[in-house]
Nanobody, 116 residues
Framework: VQLQASGGGLVQAGGSLRLSCAAS????????MHWYRQAPGKQRERVAS???????SYADSVKGRFIISRDNAKNTVYLQMNSLKPEDTADYYC???????????WGQGTQVTVSS
């Protein structure tokens, strides 16, 4: 399984970005797709998750600003990031938890920089 993330970039505070992550390979239909982020000098943290039936959860720091969604037909997860803040600056990673094979897969990071 390979995950390809895209959509990062440089944006001013208050702006928006949309990240995408396409998964290829064999993934069980029961899975959870996640977005994580890691800022310089900090631990990786979970940003948002979405199950295969569309249930979502968010870190408190992004609630009301970020929206996670997915297209099961395309095995793709999205992260719409609005009202961005400088503290959102980080490398963003997508991940898939295969609930039948009990395996986690990770993609490469995509960098998001929010200028003040």
């Amino acid at each position: 399984v390979q995950l390809q993330a895209s959509g990062g970039g440089l944006v001013q505070a208050g702006g928006s970005l949309r990240l995408s992550c396409a998964a290829s390979g064999s993934i069980s239909s029961r899975n959870i797709m996640h977005w994580y982020r890691q800022a310089p000098g900090k631990q990786r943290e979970r940003v948002a998750s979405i199950t295969s039936v569309g249930s979502t959860s968010y870190a408190d720091s992004v609630k009301g600003r970020f929206i996670i969604s997915r297209d099961n037909a395309k095995n793709t997860v999205y992260l719409q990031m609005n009202s961005l803040k400088p503290e959102d600056t980080a490398d963003y990673y997508c991940s898939v938890s295969d609930l039948e094979l009990f395996r986690d897969y990770w993609g490469q990071g995509t960098q998001v920089t929010v200028s003040s």
